[in-house]
């Protein structure tokens, strides 16, 4: 249950997972505003198991990327029920990295060193393959270095693989030019968290493109 203030001004109790349960009925759901700002406040509450098992089917059946990140980030935070074998489905189903990433964070909690070392060594290969394909790739890094992503999972679980990828990422990030640094990052909650306005990174952007790199 959470609250919300009505027209009159007043505050009444909604239960946001039942609101989800309706607005998931209508046509084109996914891509509507308001489904997507109430699933945010799904981490932000206690979920029960019949809230976690409605997330979880509406996550397989999600085609918009943002509700499933969404939906990923939420389930991370749920304590007491059992979420190993969703995240290690998700890791295999996501091509993002962070999106990975977070399916890490979320089954590292059930998961024995062994188990998590190999998923990263998958994880790994992609991400030194990225310069390749995307050689300003700043935006995964950006999420990935963020305090929400393996800062966290370094300082959590202090594990050689965490530790492997990270360094591997800032050293991959360290190497692109300054205009694609430090445009926003990911907080403890991973919401985002803008470090220029909108304007001065666009500006900064254009700016190196226009130098002809």
């Not at 909604?14 to 489904?35: A, P, T, V, W, Y």
């Not at 790994?124 to 790739?137: A, C, D, F, G, W």
């Not at 403890?188 to 190196?208: A, N």
């Amino acid at each position: 249950m959470a609250e919300e203030e009505g027209n009159d001004g007043g505050i009444h109790m909604i239960n946001i997972i039942e609101e989800l349960k309706k607005m998931s009925q209508k046509r084109g759901f996914e891509n509507k505003n308001d489904f997507q700002q109430l699933l945010e406040r799904c981490k932000d509450i206690t979920l029960s198991n019949e809230d976690v098992e409605f997330l979880i089917e509406l996550y397989f059946k999600a085609k918009n990327l943002y509700i499933r990140n969404t939906i990923l980030k939420a389930l991370v935070f749920c304590e007491d029920i059992d979420l190993k074998e969703f995240f290690l489905k998700a890791f295999k189903k996501e091509r993002y990295l962070d999106m990975r990433l977070t399916a890490i964070r979320g089954y590292a909690k059930y998961a024995t060193e062994k188990e998590v070392e190999k998923l990263m060594s998958k994880f790994i290969e992609i991400l030194m393959k990225r310069p390749e394909s995307t050689p300003y790739n700043f935006q995964e890094y950006e999420l990935l270095r963020s305090a929400f992503g393996l800062p966290y999972l370094v300082n959590q679980y202090g594990y050689a693989c965490f530790i492997q990828a990270y360094e591997q990422e800032e050293k991959q990030y360290n190497a692109m030019p300054d205009a694609f640094k430090g445009h926003f990052t990911l907080n403890e909650k991973g919401d985002i968290v803008q470090l220029r306005s909108l304007g001065e990174s666009k500006k900064m952007l254009d700016e190196f493109r226009s130098r002809g790199n």
